[in-house]
């Protein structure tokens, strides 16, 4: 397959035993807990990113695209090894519907290989780029031990550009158990950020990840969550 001589040609990497990202001392069933979500990385803005979130004691899930995590493998590892949440975002941010079976399964099997490559951890949560899934692709994801994360609310960053627009439109979608979807690939996202997680503490939410929001009980392959 073309991916796979991708990999095979760029990728050598190390694997390491992956650290638990589960934040075993907040349950959301208690206090007030909201997922903040990335897509589309890793990529030169991701390790302002995460020294922010190291800065502020705040855990948050990145769902990963392979030819990114080929790019930047040490900002993948340092991403898991500092307690975030990781998922694959397939291989070249396809759009699944539009593809085959076999296609869909490849960018969805070659992805957890290189993240797992990278990190030495195997996610077992997906979410489809642009949101387009449907039941054929929930059902192959399935196959390969994903869950499907969708949101409860996308920022349009990467339409809206401007820290402060971004800003605005994050607290706007806020809310006890929700997912917020971003993209830590936008430079005004990642600069909106300090702004955001002030606001969001003085509101008195708890900023976890995905598994942590969903109390022990998922992810779960070919279940979705947050469905739109």
């Not at 001589?5 to 001392?25: D, Y």
């Not at 079976?101 to 997906?126: F, H, S, W």
């Not at 979807?181 to 990642?190: A, C, F, I, Q, W």
Request: charged content about 25%.
């Amino acid at each position: 397959m073309v991916i796979n001589a991708l990999i095979a040609a760029s990728l050598a990497l190390t694997s390491t035993t992956a650290p638990a990202t589960a934040q075993a001392t907040v349950d959301c069933s208690r206090v007030k807990c909201l997922a903040l979500t990335f897509d589309d990385g890793p990529g030169e803005h991701t390790p302002t990113l995460l020294k922010l979130l190291k800065k502020e004691g705040v855990k948050a899930t990145f769902f990963l695209v392979g030819r990114q995590v080929v790019k930047h493998p040490e900002i993948a590892k340092r991403t898991l090894a500092e307690g975030h949440a990781i998922g694959n975002h397939t291989y070249s941010h396809a759009s699944l519907p539009t593809r085959l079976d076999d296609e869909i399964l490849e960018e969805l099997k070659v992805n957890q290989e290189v993240i797992e490559k990278a990190t030495g951890y195997r996610p077992t949560m997906y979410r489809p780029p642009y949101g387009s899934t449907d039941a054929r692709v929930l059902n192959l994801a399935n196959q390969v031990d994903l869950a499907e994360i969708l949101w409860t609310g996308t920022t349009l960053d990467w339409s809206l550009k401007d820290a402060a627009k971004i800003k605005a439109a994050a607290l706007k979608l806020a809310k006890r158990d929700g997912a917020i979807l971003m993209h830590d690939t936008e430079p005004g996202t990642v600069k909106a950020m300090p702004e955001i997680i002030k606001e969001l503490k003085k509101r008195g939410y708890h900023l976890v990840t995905v598994p942590t929001l969903l109390r022990g009980k998922g992810p779960a392959a070919g279940k979705s969550y947050f469905k739109r």
